[in-house]
């Protein structure tokens, strides 16, 4: 049975600064190519992520893990209550699996649950509303949050949420770089134009409303 609870890996203070609002989701910036080559390809306008990105992809390399994929997640825009910009209630990103992720916040940080989590299922459904529950009743798992601007890896053992926005909001940024051997193939991810490719894109609802898949970034 997979642990629950682990605190995320901290990387480091990161300052890149945002121009403009946006909503990249899981652009592929690293894949595999017919000439052998896997360039990182970062588009110029989100240049200002190639430190992370090139910090992340050091640590993975110094531990001799091996990706496929890279993907690149960057978002700005107004929070406000109820619309953190991020994913709300307690989980697991890569749940199941062994998918590296590295976040990032300018404000507003992400909150970590830090703790002996107990019986988790490996149903994605059942797994979040046992997050939620332990987080209410157990005394001994700990509310965490690592400050602004700084860069965390985590990987399926890290539970967290997005934070709470208190009124009446503000500018909010976040940056995920996402280390995975699966191609993340769903409708509304972005496409990266500096490749050439041509992927199938699945619908997401079918993979939403299937229990066994619904954490699932591929088909």
């Known amino acids: 049975m997979n642990v629950y609870g682990h605190p995320p890996e901290i990387v480091g203070v990161f300052e890149p600064e945002f ?14 190519e017919g000439n052998g080559v896997w360039d990182v390809r970062v588009p110029r306008r989100l240049g200002f992520a190639s430190e992370m990105i090139a910090r992340a992809i050091a640590i993975e390399e110094e531990r001799n893990n091996r990706w496929d994929y890279i993907y ?9 209550p109820g619309n953190p910009l991020n994913r709300p209630g307690w989980h697991s990103d890569a749940f199941g699996k062994s998918d590296i992720n ?13 703790g002996p989590f107990e019986q988790i299922s490996d149903d994605h459904v059942r797994s979040t ?11 001994d798992i700990r509310l965490v949050t690592y400050g602004d601007r700084v860069l965390m890896r985590l990987d399926s053992s890290v539970i967290h949420t997005a934070p709470e926005i208190p009124a009446p909001g503000d500018n909010r940024s976040f940056i995920k770089v996402s280390f995975s051997n699966e191609r993340w193939n769903l409708g509304g991810n972005s496409h ?7 992927w199938q894109m699945f619908d997401r609802a079918p993979i939403r409303n299937d229990p066994a898949r619904a954490n699932a970034d591929a088909v």
């Not at 509303?129 to 005394?139: G, I, K, L, T």
């Not at 990266?192 to 041509?198: D, G, I, Q, R, S």
Request: proline share 6%; charged share 30%.
């Open 72 to 80: 690149l997640t960057a978002r700005r825009g107004w929070a406000t």
């Open 192 to 198: 990266n134009y500096l490749f050439e490719y041509e």
């Open 129 to 139: 509303e046992q997050f939620e529950e332990q987080v209410r009743s157990n005394d």
């Open 19 to 32: 121009e403009e609002y946006m909503h990249y989701m899981y652009l592929p910036i690293r894949m595999p």
């Open 102 to 114: 590295y976040v990032w916040t300018d404000r507003f940080p992400t909150v970590f649950a830090e």
